[in-house]
């Protein structure tokens, strides 16, 4: 750090006497400035645009959107700044998940003063040295802003494929309410609908558009936001994007994987997570959409067909050279009454098991059969606390490093 400059600090937290806290602490400290105070995990965001700090201290639990999230934006956007996330909680997958989203150091309030100021120098330090060497880089390489929107987009935009080998595991149920979940106004989601034959994503969102697949995949090589924003289905009740099967089963012989992998690549730049439902066969446009994805979410049920079908899909997966660090192996319709538990299904397919989603009829059928998914107004119930638990697995998996280069789309 240059001699006479000063770590800049930006103290957010919901609760107002604890800013003040922070800033009054602080204020003594000769080589550390407080440039700004957030209220939220939005503002946040907003103001590290507009005052650059070096710090962040960022509190873990507030109304509008949680300080994990709001790390995982700051740092995508501006990879220097480091944050150091506080929480009256000392829980070791609080801190776990904080790391995993690109927080530098996990303290728990209130923290002690010698703690606090030497963390923030310590950051500092990283920060500035961050800094200096991000200016290097930037001096050597084409400005973002000259790129076309495309390839900004496609280093932003997620695909998570929803597959199951064994039909009747809830594909559909998982694949919409975990795009609803994973949907707000800083990460949009579409969800696609790639069972071509007999998709019914747009009937649990209670849509009927004329649009579908079929609109786009014919222009794969010449698609813009404007054609794509046409076919689209807007659910007015959510906001989420629809992209339909064909109206008709026989239509989805039209549909070409290889159109399907640059109708998913195009819409990287459009959205930041994109869903896929898929059907159980494994098809040609299937394995297009396990090329192109960032995490297959892999659903299996407690019956000893879907467990076989699941062991034979990982040979394949392994067969493919599809790295399995890119799974999220999920157990649908879980019932406790079965004997079958996850840990004896994780144990018998050497899979960690990332999520369970109880097993919840009352709840998910009369959600169907309405058209509302049971994650919008159903959020304290077992099956929508499942979804929430397979986002959070989701997003983890997708700010993970990964251990292996993807294999260039198509080449399977």
């Known amino acids: 750090m240059a001699e006479g400059e000063k770590i800049r600090v930006l103290v957010v937290d919901d609760i107002s006497e604890t800013r003040e806290n922070i800033r009054k602490l602080l204020q003594f400290e000769t080589d550390i400035e407080v440039v700004g105070a957030a209220r939220s995990g939005k503002e946040a965001i907003q103001l590290v645009s507009e005052t650059r700090p070096d710090v962040v201290l960022m509190d873990i639990n507030m109304p509008d959107m949680d300080g994990i999230t709001a790390t995982e934006i700051i740092r995508k956007q501006t990879p220097y700044v480091q944050v150091v996330i506080l929480s009256v909680q000392g829980d070791q997958n609080y801190m776990r998940r904080a790391m995993l989203a690109g927080a530098r150091e996990f303290l728990t309030k209130p923290p002690m003063p010698d703690e606090l100021t030497s963390t923030i120098r310590k950051a500092g330090q990283l920060a500035q040295d961050e800094k200096a060497k991000g200016a290097q880089v930037f001096a050597s390489q084409t400005s973002i802003a000259s790129l076309p929107l495309s390839m900004v987009g496609s280093r932003r935009g997620k695909v998570i494929m929803v597959y199951s080998p064994k039909g009747g595991a809830g594909c559909t149920t998982v694949a919409v309410n975990l ?140 067969t493919l050279d599809f790295p399995q660090d890119k799974v999220v192996f999920s157990i649908n319709k879980f019932d406790k009454r079965i004997g079958i538990t996850p840990e004896k299904i994780g144990e018998n397919l050497k899979l960690q098991i990332s999520a369970v989603i109880p097993l919840d009829e009352r709840v998910v059928i009369p959600s169907v059969n309405r058209g509302v998914p049971f994650v919008i107004d159903n959020k304290a119930q077992p099956a929508a606390k499942g979804i929430l638990s397979l986002a959070e697995a989701v997003r983890s998996k997708l700010i993970e490093p990964q251990g292996r280069l993807r294999e260039t789309p198509g080449r399977r």
């Open 179 to 318: 795009a609803l979940v994973l949907h707000n106004v800083e990460t949009e989601a579409a969800i696609v609908d790639a069972n071509l034959q007999f998709g019914d994503v747009a009937v649990f969102l209670n849509e009927q558009g004329k649009n579908s697949i079929l609109d786009l995949t014919p222009r794969a090589e010449e698609l813009d936001q404007d054609i794509v924003n046409e076919v689209m289905i807007k659910n007015s009740a959510t906001g989420l994007h629809i992209l339909s099967a064909p109206p008709k089963p026989e239509f989805a012989e039209k549909v070409k994987a290889e159109q399907v992998s640059k109708l998913l690549e195009f819409l990287k730049s459009m959205y930041a997570y994109i869903v896929v439902d898929t059907s159980s066969y494994v098809n040609d446009v299937t394995l297009a959409v396990l090329d192109v994805c960032d995490v297959i979410v892999l659903l299996t049920t407690q019956d000893i067909p879907s467990i076989k079908n699941i062991r034979l899909f990982l040979d394949l997966m392994l």
